[in-house]
């Protein structure tokens, strides 16, 4: 009998360690997913940023050339071509 209730002790002692093994991973799991969501939002925002500041770039690059220079002729004249047809199609739109 004596076996058995020293069994049992042992049992128990190992299952308040897993529950509390259990509660700590469950706390660190949170911290994770925390961490997770924070990072996810910054890389987002990051993301955002990098688009905003490519088209700033693109946006920089067509007045320069307008200007003159003749590094980016190509992508001016493509630009201007393209808000050509834009205008000439509200315009078909208007005569409609």
Request: hydrophobic content about 30%; proline content about 0%.
């Amino acid at each position: 009998m004596s076996k058995l209730v020293t069994s049992v002790e042992s049992l128990e002692v190992n299952l308040k360690k897993l529950i509390s093994n259990y509660e700590d991973l469950k706390i660190q799991h949170n911290d994770l997913k925390n961490q997770f969501n924070s990072k996810s939002n910054s890389i987002s925002e990051l993301n955002s940023e990098i688009e905003r500041l490519r088209q700033e770039n693109k946006t920089l690059r067509t007045a320069n050339a307008m200007l003159g220079s003749t590094e980016h002729k190509r992508e001016t004249k493509l630009k201007i071509n393209s808000l050509i047809k834009e205008i000439d199609t509200c315009i078909i739109q208007l005569a409609e």
